[in-house]
């Protein structure tokens, strides 16, 4: 028997969940694809049960808890999804530059947060290329999807040098860190735009209730590039390097929206489909609010970079785009926002564990906020204006929360995150079948 992959420890702890077995070569029925995963079957889901071929890999009593001692000390304790925490604070700070209503003390606060995402980005840069499990992430079907997770947090962090970074580290050096990070950001994430799915297509293999929120991640990155990227067009020299410049913003923007409404219509089947997803799958339900929010905030910075690089009917054009359109995606973001908060509050009335996809929830809240307070500096609307307020509010509030779970998650898994709580391997609660099934058939 040839065995398949194993799903990683870094998967088990993102999402929170027990254990999988690894399909043979002979289970895959497409000529070409590598083994891949198969999750237990919910008892009580439409999704396919394996069929007497399937070979499960099996541990006997003792075997099994020495294997799984041996992975608690072999794993890596770094997965890319906590570059979300990253993302997260980063866009706390910029959220607050550029609302619309400023109040005392709001600007330096955001300051501070700002540097503690660019120290936190380093931190976590260093740890997760010392680890040299990139190899690694990429097989694996759930954490494959994070790998957008770090170009956003470059790119939230380069913008957050241009909108408050100048006070800190002066206006040059502000600058040319803002250039940096955006550069790298954009070149890893249109890498990860264009692997990702490539991997998913040819090395992975999905069942029919595997779609979810995280299969946004690797997409998103060109959109948060064309957002970014805006404010730095207006510094690239005139003429034809500014223009071309914008081009490419608005075809980032273009590819990352298609790409987003594409995956979106995915998760969207699969929940109305098969089971609503349980457990630590859910905050990652609000990365389509996220994706959204960002294509909003995109067409405004870039409609309002349009001037010095397009001639003047283009320039008015993108205004039109920017408000009329902003106006019409934004209303959808609202509809998956009021979604993904139903299906939340559903399930904090079971008990919703804590797990890194609980950073889910801040950075597509921030987007929102930015999209709102795009759309209000546009208009001029105060209902816009005070919708912006009081979702950063609920911004801030959300993010203290997580930020206090992560610390007391970290300083309880300073030695490597937790194995399985039984060796003897028990049958895994109905709701970490689910969130495996959710996201990868495991």
Known sequence: ?????????????????????????????????????????????????????????????????????????????????????????????????????????????ATVVWSAAALLLVVLTVGYVRQRTLRVHAADPVQAQFFGAPPIALLTVGAGALL????????????????????????????????????????????????????LLPVVPPLVSAATGALLIPQAPAGQLRMAMLLGCYAMLGLGLVAALLVLAMVYSRLVHHEAPTGAVVPTVWIGVGALAQSVTALGALATAAPGALPAPYAQGAAVVALLGGLGVWGFAILWLALATALTVREIR?????????????????ACVNATGALATRTGSQLFIWTAVVLYTVLVAAWAV??????????????????????????EPAADREAVSASQAA
């Open 1 to 109: 028997m040839t065995n398949g992959p194993t799903v990683s420890a870094a998967t088990r702890e993102l999402l929170g969940v027990g254990h999988s077995r690894p399909i043979t070569d002979g289970d895959d029925p497409r000529r070409g694809k590598k083994a891949s995963y198969a999750v237990t079957p919910h008892s009580s889901s439409t999704r396919a049960v394996p069929s007497k071929g399937d070979s499960v890999l099996r541990f006997p009593k003792h075997g099994r808890a020495r294997q799984l001692k041996a992975d608690k000390r072999a794993r890596p304790p770094l997965g890319p999804s906590w570059f979300a925490a990253v993302m997260g604070t980063g866009i706390v700070a910029n959220a607050a530059a550029t609302l619309p209503r400023t109040f005392p003390g709001l600007r330096d606060a």
């Open 164 to 215: 408050l970074g100048r006070r800190v580290i002066g206006a040059s050096a502000a600058l040319d860190v803002g250039w940096v990070l955006w550069s790298l950001g954009t070149v890893l994430g249109l890498a990860t735009t264009c692997t990702v799915p490539y991997l998913m297509v040819t090395r992975h293999r999905f069942a029919p209730d595997a779609a979810f929120g995280g299969w």
């Open 350 to 366: 079971t008990g919703l564990p804590f797990a890194p996809t609980w950073w889910s929830f801040i950075f597509p809240l921030g």
């Open 402 to 427: 997580v930020v206090w779970h992560s610390l007391r998650h970290a300083a309880g898994n300073t030695g490597g995150p937790e194995g399985p709580k039984d060796p003897e391997g028990p049958e």
